[in-house]
């Protein structure tokens, strides 16, 4: 059975950092792509940062320079460390892994609030 989840969530003013942990079981993290996503209320579920099987790393245009992700593969852990936020971060936060169609795995997702 496949689990993912997520931690390291929480409230932050802005300007302020967080890191956000996926915690992986049933699969390893360097067989799938591993991505973080967010949905702010009202919106839809946005791709913001990735590490492909292969280690290449996408980041969304708003995350670029400001969010960093990273896998461990001894640890089947992966890693969104988000500095600079600001008030449109404000989302919850969901681990995904994704390998075909079918093999396709969500966490409960963790809420990150940037208030003042």
């Known amino acids: 059975q496949v689990q993912l989840v997520e931690s390291g969530g929480g409230w932050v003013q802005p300007g302020g950092s967080l890191k956000l942990s996926c915690a992986a079981s049933?699969?390893?993290?360097?067989?799938?792509?591993m991505g973080w996503y967010r949905q702010a209320p009202g919106q839809e579920r946005e791709l913001v940062a990735a590490?492909?099987?292969?280690?290449?790393?996408y980041y969304d245009t708003a995350a670029k320079g400001r969010f960093f992700i990273h896998r461990d593969v001894a640890k089947d852990t992966v890693y969104l460390q988000m500095n600079s936020l600001d008030y449109k971060d404000t989302a919850v936060y969901y681990c995904?892994?994704?390998?075909?169609?079918?093999?396709?795995?969500w966490g409960q997702g963790t809420q990150v609030t940037v208030s003042a």
């Open positions: 590490v492909h099987r292969a280690g290449q790393l």
């Open positions: 049933g699969i390893s993290v360097s067989d799938y792509r």
């Open positions: 995904n892994a994704w390998l075909t169609e079918e093999r396709n795995y």
